[in-house]
C-alpha cells in the first residue's frame, strides 16, 4: 500500500475526531454557552445535516478541481472551522463552525476513497478504502476519548483547538505524500453526472448503508446507558468498554476490506449477516457480567466496522468511474443518515418499551439492510461474483 494512503487516513482522522468529539463534551457547552443539553445536542444533527448536503453539492461544484488541490482546500476549510469552533462566542456561531467543517466531511471521504482505489491495483481497492478509513476508526480509538480528556482538563474551547492543530499536521502530510499528478478521468457533463440519481442500484447501495449502518448506533448510541444500567457497570468499566469498541472497529475496518477484495457481494452478506447476528446477542451480553459485556462490545466494534468497505466499494462499482466521486460522496451522506435513523428509532423505543427493546430495533434495521442486499443480487445475480 502506497504511503499517500496513510495520508488520506490522517485526513480521515481528524475529520473522524471532529465530528465524534462533541458528544464528550455537551455538558460543558451546554454551561458555557448557557443551553440545555439537549439543546447542545442538535449540534450532533446539524453536523450530520450538514453532510448530507454538503456531499453532493460540494462534490458537484469541485468536480473539475485536480483531486490533491482539492483535499488540500477541504483540510483548510477544516482548520477554519475548528478554530471558529474554539473562539465560538454562542450557540449559534457553534452551530455555523460545526456546519462548516461538516461540509468537508463527505467530499473528503467521497473523494478520498477514489483517489485510494486509483492509488492501488484492482484486487486491492476495497483495502485501500478500509485503509482510509482506518483514520475514522483511530479517531474513535484515540482521538475522541483525547479531545474529551483535553475538554475536561482544559474546557471544550481548547479541545476544538486541538483539533484544528491535527488538521494542520494532516495539511502538511496531505501536501507532502499525496501525488501531484493523480490519474483522473476528464469530468461529464453536469447532466450525465446527475443521471446516477436514475440507477437503481446506486439507491439499493445507499439503502443498504443508511438501514444497514443504523442499526449499529440504533445500539452504540445508547451502550452507555445499557452498560451502567443493565449490566451495572461503572464509570471506568464504560470507558474501557468503549476503548475496546474503538480497538474492534480498526480490526473490523481492514478485515471487512480484505475481504470485499475477494468478492463485494459476498462480503456485505457475511459482514450484515453478522451484524445482525450479534446485535440480537446484546439480548443476552449485557445481562450476564461486566466481563461478557466487554468482550460483546468488542465485537460489535470488528462486525459494525467490516461492513464500511464493502458498502462503499458497492455503491461506486452500481454506477461505474464516470459517477464514481459523485456515488462515493452519497454514501458518506448515508452513513450519516443511517446514524441519525439509528439514534431516532433508538430512542424512540426505548421511550415506548425500555432500554433492552432497542435490541430489537437494531437488529431490524440491519436486517432490512440485508434484504436490500438480495434484491440487488436479484437484479445481477453476476455480482455475487463480482470483485472490488
Given at each position: 500500500m502506497p504511503v499517500s494512503l496513510l495520508a488520506l487516513a490522517a485526513g480521515a482522522f481528524g475529520i473522524g475526531t471532529t465530528e465524534f468529539i462533541i458528544m464528550g463534551l455537551l455538558t460543558q457547552v451546554s454551561q458555557d454557552l448557557g443551553i440545555s443539553i439537549p439543546t447542545a445536542g442538535t449540534l450532533i444533527s446539524g453536523y450530520a445535516f450538514g453532510v448530507a448536503i454538503g456531499a453532493p453539492v460540494l462534490t458537484l461544484a469541485t468536480r473539475h478541481w485536480p483531486r490533491k488541490w482539492l483535499l488540500l482546500g477541504l483540510m483548510l476549510i477544516f482548520i477554519a472551522g475548528n478554530i471558529t469552533a474554539a473562539m465560538a462566542p454562542s450557540y449559534g456561531w457553534l452551530m455555523g463552525a460545526r456546519m462548516l467543517t461538516s461540509l468537508t466531511h463527505g467530499t473528503?471521504?467521497?473523494?478520498?476513497?477514489?483517489?485510494?482505489?486509483?492509488?492501488?491495483?484492482?484486487?486491492?481497492?476495497?483495502?485501500?478504502?478500509?485503509?482510509m478509513f482506518s483514520g475514522l476508526t483511530l479517531a474513535t480509538l484515540l482521538g475522541v476519548p483525547a479531545g474529551t480528556w483535553i475538554g475536561q482538563h482544559f474546557g471544550w474551547r481548547m479541545a476544538f483547538a486541538a483539533v484544528a492543530v491535527i488538521g494542520v499536521v494532516a495539511l502538511g502530510i496531505l501536501a507532502a505524500f499525496v501525488p501531484s499528478k493523480l490519474q483522473q478521468a476528464a469530468p461529464a457533463a453536469l447532466r450525465d453526472?446527475?443521471?446516477?440519481?436514475?440507477?437503481?442500484?446506486?439507491?439499493?447501495?445507499?439503502?443498504?448503508?443508511?438501514?444497514?449502518?443504523?442499526?449499529?448506533?440504533?445500539?452504540?448510541?445508547?451502550?452507555?446507558?445499557?452498560?451502567?444500567?443493565?449490566?451495572?457497570?461503572?464509570?471506568?468499566?464504560?470507558?474501557?468498554?468503549?476503548?475496546?469498541?474503538?480497538?474492534?472497529?480498526?480490526?473490523?475496518?481492514?478485515?471487512?476490506?480484505?475481504?470485499?477484495?475477494?468478492?463485494?457481494?459476498?462480503?456485505?452478506?457475511?459482514?450484515?449477516?453478522?451484524?445482525?447476528?450479534?446485535?440480537?446477542?446484546?439480548?443476552?451480553?449485557?445481562?450476564?457480567?461486566?466481563?461478557?459485556?466487554?468482550?460483546?462490545?468488542?465485537?460489535?466494534?470488528?462486525?459494525?466496522?467490516?461492513?464500511?468497505?464493502?458498502?462503499?466499494?458497492?455503491?461506486?462499482?452500481?454506477?461505474?468511474?464516470?459517477?464514481?466521486?459523485?456515488?462515493?460522496?452519497?454514501?458518506?451522506?448515508?452513513?450519516?443518515?443511517?446514524?441519525?435513523?439509528?439514534?431516532?428509532?433508538?430512542?424512540?423505543?426505548?421511550?415506548?418499551?425500555?432500554?433492552?427493546?432497542?435490541?430489537?430495533g437494531a437488529a431490524a434495521l440491519s436486517a432490512i439492510g440485508l434484504v436490500l442486499v438480495a434484491m440487488g443480487q436479484r437484479r445481477s445475480p453476476a455480482a455475487a461474483l463480482q470483485t472490488a
Open positions: 473528503f471521504f467521497g473523494v478520498g476513497a477514489v483517489v485510494a482505489t486509483g492509488l492501488v491495483a484492482k484486487d486491492k481497492q476495497a483495502s485501500a478504502i478500509a485503509l453526472e446527475l443521471s446516477i440519481l436514475a440507477s437503481t442500484p446506486l439507491w439499493l447501495g445507499l439503502g443498504m448503508t443508511v438501514f444497514g449502518f443504523g442499526g449499529v448506533f440504533a445500539l452504540y448510541t445508547y451502550v452507555e446507558p445499557l452498560l451502567s444500567q443493565i449490566t451495572q457497570m461503572g464509570n471506568t468499566g464504560v470507558a474501557l468498554s468503549l476503548l475496546l469498541f474503538g480497538a474492534g472497529s480498526a480490526v473490523g475496518n481492514i478485515a471487512g476490506g480484505k475481504l470485499a477484495d475477494r468478492g463485494v457481494v459476498r462480503a456485505l452478506w457475511i459482514t450484515l449477516g453478522a451484524l445482525v447476528a450479534v446485535l440480537l446477542a446484546g439480548r443476552w451480553a449485557f445481562g450476564i457480567s461486566a466481563a461478557v459485556a466487554m468482550a460483546y462490545v468488542t465485537v460489535l466494534g470488528v462486525v459494525a466496522f467490516a461492513t464500511v468497505a464493502p458498502m462503499q466499494m458497492r455503491v461506486m462499482q452500481g454506477v461505474g468511474s464516470q459517477g464514481a466521486t459523485l456515488a462515493s460522496s452519497l454514501n458518506i451522506a448515508a452513513f450519516n443518515l443511517g446514524n441519525a435513523l439509528g439514534a431516532w428509532v433508538g430512542g424512540s423505543l426505548i421511550a415506548g418499551a425500555g432500554l433492552l427493546s432497542i435490541i430489537w
